[in-house]
């Protein structure tokens, strides 16, 4: 018996096309393309609008698509298609075993300043691998951790322990959130290649998010200068570079190669850049790695000694009435300095009583 003559008589026995391809040496589509070519019926004839009405109808009273495949012979994937082009949400399989609700559009446009101090935190400690995203931190951090598993609609979803009880774990799986994140660099294998979007690179609280991740913010015991450090690949840190420019105009810090050597890369902020950088972290979202905001709240603050000195020789006090008055630029030589014009006439009035007297008082 012949090739064409072995795929005629199984294809009319029923037998699958896995199983002819086995019996004649080839592939199954080979035999598909075959059978089609030697004008067979197809296995799978077009589906009818009964047939899809019938399965809408047997599908909404509580039948499943392998219910329904076993009763029509067909293939679940046609089932499933049917059911969809009729506006039929089919639940899958890994949704009916869900144990935790996700919000799986918590990263989707328009995307909230919440949900960029997250991709922050996720570019820098996330992990992200298939649908599964992960965060973990050390357990001191678990409020951060728990903040997070509300944003993405898991509250209750317990913390898994990690690295022998040294570090906590948030955890979430979702197929969308793991394609939304992946719009801003959030990948798998993302340590030695991250490159975020234009439009996260421009967002402070991105920047918040990461430097709470991969970042710190040191204040000097000596004299209470704030530097605020960055680290990532090169490309997240000529952002980074560029973000504090666009914060502090014509103070645009260099991005140097860290310490470690590798694919590592650091920015600092030092001074009034870094307390101008972190007033703009500060304001762009509330919630944040406790110590490290107690830290950014002091760099805020931070006055340099010239300021401060200039600041003390400008607040004087009015000659006459001892009223606070901060003097103008051109009163900085002046002794004395007076609140209003009518003070400054009665002083000067007395000192030259107070003149005359002292003359007469010699003369005498």
């Known amino acids: 018996m012949d090739r064409d003559a072995t795929v005629i008589s199984m294809w009319s026995d029923g037998v699958s096309v896995r199983d002819i391809g086995a019996a004649v040496g080839r592939n199954p589509g080979w035999v598909s393309v075959r059978a089609k070519a030697l004008g067979l019926e197809p296995r799978s004839p077009r589906v009818s ?19 329904l495949a076993r009763e029509s012979g067909r293939y679940p994937a046609t089932i499933s298609n049917a059911l969809t082009e009729a506006g039929i949400h089919v639940v899958s399989g890994a949704e009916r075993v869900r144990r935790w609700p996700v919000r799986h559009d918590a990263f989707s446009p328009p995307l909230t300043t919440e949900a960029w101090y997250w991709i922050g935190f996720l570019a820098a400690d996330g992990y992200v691998r298939r649908s599964r995203v992960s965060l973990g931190l050390k357990p001191s951090s678990a409020p951060s951790l728990r903040r997070f598993m509300e944003f993405v609609g898991s509250p209750e979803r317990p913390l898994r322990i990690t690295a022998a009880g040294n570090q906590l774990a948030a955890e979430v799986s979702s197929a ?83 310490s470690s050597g590798g694919v590592l890369w650091i920015v600092r902020a030092s001074g009034h850049t870094a ?6 972290l500060l304001a762009s979202h509330a919630p944040s790695l406790e110590p490290k905001r107690e830290r950014l709240e002091v760099a805020s603050t931070y006055e340099s000694r010239v300021t401060r000195a200039k600041a003390a020789v400008r607040r004087r006090r009015c000659a006459l009435c001892g009223a606070a008055v901060e003097r103008m630029p051109s009163q ?26 002292r003359n007469e008082g010699t003369a005498s």
């Open 49 to 67: 609008a009964g047939e899809k009405a019938a399965w809408r109808a047997a599908y909404e009273n509580g039948s499943t698509v392998a219910d």
């Open 176 to 258: 969308q959130i793991a394609r939304d994140l992946a719009q801003h660099g959030v990948l798998p294998a993302k340590t030695l290649s991250l490159t975020i979007s234009r439009v996260a690179a421009a967002q402070p609280a991105f920047w918040l998010g990461y430097l709470d991740g991969d970042g710190c913010v040191c204040i000097s015991r000596r004299n209470g200068v704030p530097t605020i450090h960055l680290v990532g690949t090169r490309a997240v840190m000529e952002d980074a570079s560029a973000f504090i420019a666009s914060v502090v105009p014509d103070r645009q810090p260099s991005v140097h190669r860290h």
């Open 332 to 357: 900085l030589t002046t002794t004395h300095v007076f609140c209003t014009r009518d003070h400054y006439r009665e002083w000067r009035s007395g000192a030259r009583r107070g003149t005359s007297l």
């Open 275 to 280: 307390r101008e950088v972190a007033r703009a």
